[in-house]
């Protein structure tokens, strides 16, 4: 039986001249590729992707993720102190203007979303 999943693709404006911090955030991302897999496999996340580009001149980070059930991921990494997820929420919360972006709904075609990450 398949599993519903909660599936979405964020695009969020990057604040004007906190390029630098997107770089440091994601580069923090991947240093700490491991222990953020570890992570989302307790949130039940399956796959959490991020990228940046720039369009218009300005710079633009993309997030898309697959996960069971987004409100108890979200809920579980904003409450369960690691310092992994303060670091990462810091990063966004410096350089992304929550005010300027979308949210894109998305159908992911996997039969098994759980070896996504392994």
């Keep these: 039986m398949k ?3 909660d599936t979405r693709l964020y695009k969020f404006e990057i604040i004007k001249w906190k390029e630098e911090t997107v770089e440091k955030w994601l580069n923090f991302l991947n240093a700490n590729r ?3 897999e570890a992570l989302l496999k307790d949130e039940h996340a399956y796959l959490e992707a991020y990228f940046k580009t720039i369009e ?3 710079m633009h980070a993309y997030k898309f993720f ?6 108890a991921s979200d ?6 102190g690691s310092g992994l997820d303060e670091q990462h929420f810091a990063y966004m919360r410096e350089c992304i203007d929550l005010f300027r972006g979308d949210i894109m709904e998305c159908i992911l075609y996997l039969d098994n979303p ?5």
């Design 3 to 5: 599993k519903e999943m």
């Design 56 to 58: 218009g001149g300005n």
């Design 66 to 71: 697959t996960r069971e059930d987004m409100n």
């Design 75 to 80: 809920g579980k990494a904003i409450n369960q």
């Design 34 to 36: 491991k222990a953020g």
């Design 114 to 118: 759980e070896n996504v990450v392994r």
